[in-house]
């Protein structure tokens, strides 16, 4: 099931426009904390296609704008998160001023399907977010953005987990019987934790 963008006006302001010539911008990744000395940062991923997205030289354009553009110098995986080096980034210190930086790629890909339906905010705030049989949390909002909105979702313990609403990542939406079900990508609930985390005074650098 295909879940179609729903259009706002922000929406439209940003180029959000079939019709449009002019590539679209998609958020891929916000980075997290730095990871190590020289200059890597974990990344919350917000696609599902990594392997294509995360390659060297590869160049984001960046919010805020004052953070980039930044260009891939490495990408690999350390379990089940992803650590970027950018050939701009080239210490901790670095790496902690763009910490939270949202990182986007210019594309001409929009979904095929029609825009003139899809699912509310109203709709799905309070929804249960499933991970197979377990509960993970409620969602909170939907933020909708150019190409791909965004859900958040509170677990219980109080964080905010922002979820791709994607079909690959939210395959069912069922509002009947109050859930969604989500298929996260490996350490995409890692990620948004660690990224809400803030610095202990102290502690050592990461492995």
């Given at each position: 099931m295909l879940y179609p963008t729903i259009i706002t006006a922000a929406a439209l302001r940003r180029g959000?426009?079939?019709n449009s010539e002019e590539?679209?911008?998609?958020q891929v990744a916000r980075i997290g904390k730095p990871h190590g000395i020289r200059g890597e940062v974990t990344v919350q991923v917000l696609t599902d296609a990594p392997s294509e997205r995360f390659v060297a030289g590869t160049e984001f354009v960046v919010e805020p704008a004052s953070a980039g553009p930044l260009t891939i110098r490495s990408a690999r995986?350390?379990?089940d998160i992803l650590l970027l080096g950018f050939e701009e980034?080239?210490?901790?210190?670095a790496a902690e001023v763009i910490r939270g930086a949202k990182l986007f790629i210019e594309t001409e890909e929009l979904d095929d399907e029609d825009d003139d339906e899809g699912w509310y905010e109203h709709e799905l705030v309070g929804l249960e977010a499933r991970v197979g049989s377990q509960v993970v949390g409620t969602v909170a909002a939907l933020t909708t953005l150019p190409v791909q909105d965004l859900l958040t979702v509170k677990t219980p313990d109080g964080k905010e987990i922002l979820i791709p609403f994607v079909d690959e990542i939210v395959p069912e939406v069922n509002v009947e019987d109050g859930y969604i079900l989500v298929t996260p990508p490996a350490g995409l609930f890692e990620i948004n934790e660690s990224t809400a985390e803030e610095p202990k005074e102290g502690a050592g650098d990461d492995a």
């Open positions: 959000h426009n079939k590539p679209m911008q998609l995986w350390n379990k980034i080239a210490d901790r210190n």
